[in-house]
């Protein structure tokens, strides 16, 4: 049973160009979630996510930045524009509908020029 | 919201000894406490969990401890081994929010 898979894994972007992070969950996961690593840090939630449905995006900058998971396919985390405050580590992670336990992909190391 | 504490930062401990991390939350309703392991370049590994409703599991040498009236859990690893070494999260969450709060990890270092 593969993992959840995320890609790219590294991503270098000039600022103002735009970021696409696509996130594909463990098979039977109905549940996604993004968040942000800088470095040296603990992981920040970002936004929660089910298929054609965003249910929390609290943790989520509310310009430039937006999620989708549509019916197919992957689940997309934008950035436009970028600026260099938005290199970190994002992360997706998924879960089945009946419990708690997340499990996450290997990131997407994004890094702003 | 809910805040996380972790402590310590950094622990190193000799191969074969014990390590132990401890962590407080603030929000009473949080109910889920799951632990992950982070190596190098890599996502965070899902190592075990607990809910508000036991005290305490283990799962061969990991073992995590909850107390909920004075809001802190616990990881520890017994017979420790160099692959142990890693950045250990603790994190919570509450059943109506499903995100995860995360503590600021631990760097665990295993000498040989």
């Known amino acids: 049973n593969a993992g959840v898979m995320q890609n790219p894994r590294h991503l270098v972007r000039r600022r103002g160009q735009e970021a696409r992070l696509r996130c594909s969950p463990m098979?039977?996961?109905?549940?996604v979630y993004w968040y942000r690593q800088l470095p040296e840090e603990g992981l920040k939630f970002m936004v929660y996510?089910?298929?054609?449905?965003?249910?929390?995006e609290s943790g989520m900058p509310k310009e430039r930045f937006s999620a989708e998971f549509p019916k197919e396919g992957p689940s997309i985390l934008r950035i436009q524009q970028v600026v260099r405050g938005d290199s970190a580590a994002y992360f997706c992670?998924?879960?089945?509908?009946?419990?708690?336990?997340?499990?996450f992909g290997p990131g997407t190391r994004l890094t702003v020029l | 919201g809910e805040n996380v504490e972790q402590h310590p930062s950094t622990l190193s401990v000799q191969e074969g000894d014990s390590a132990v991390i401890k962590c407080t939350y603030s929000?009473?309703?949080?109910?889920?406490f799951p632990w992950y392991k982070q190596e190098l370049g890599k996502g965070p590994q899902l190592i075990i969990d607990?809910?508000?409703?036991?005290g305490e599991k283990k799962d061969q040498r990991i073992a995590v401890t909850l107390n909920k009236t004075a809001k802190h859990f616990s990881l520890h690893i017994t017979e420790t081994q160099p692959e142990d070494s890693a950045v250990y999260f603790c994190a919570a969450s509450r059943p109506s929010a499903r995100q995860l709060t995360f503590g600021s990890g631990t760097q665990l270092t295993v000498l040989p």
């Open positions: 992670a998924s879960s089945p509908d009946s419990l708690n336990e997340q499990f």
């Open positions: 929000d009473s309703a949080s109910n889920y």
């Open positions: 996510l089910q298929k054609e449905n965003i249910i929390d």
């Open positions: 607990i809910r508000s409703n036991v």
């Open positions: 098979k039977g996961h109905s549940h």
